[in-house]
């Protein structure tokens, strides 16, 4: 007997491998969710938020996560230097964890979807 998992693997597997058929640049170049949390977190600068929303590009469309803090900073238009800090910034909030895999590779970046307790309006 089949588990759903496997049923909802296949799914995510066809949903991956859909072509769109269309001219629009737009639609072309996809979208990224970004969870409406991610605006509510006051101690985030907005470099931070961008910087989730580009690990969250990268982890939808490829399963995981690991672009180098270079190609992040030409990506978004800042240095390295500022990518690093809006990763600390991501870090301190227990938003991304992230695991150093030597010199000259990439970091492997771990996405959490974790909302501090805050008191709703």
Known sequence: MAKISDGLQHI???VRNIELVTDDPVARGGFTQVPNFLFDI????FGARIVYSKFLQYAWSNDFCFPGQERLAEEIGCTRVRVTQFVKELQEQGL????RRGQGKTNVYRL?????SQKIK
């Open 96 to 99: 991304v964890e992230v695991t």
């Open 112 to 116: 959490h979807f974790r909302v501090k």
């Open 12 to 14: 995510g597997m066809q």
């Open 42 to 45: 006051k101690e985030l600068s």
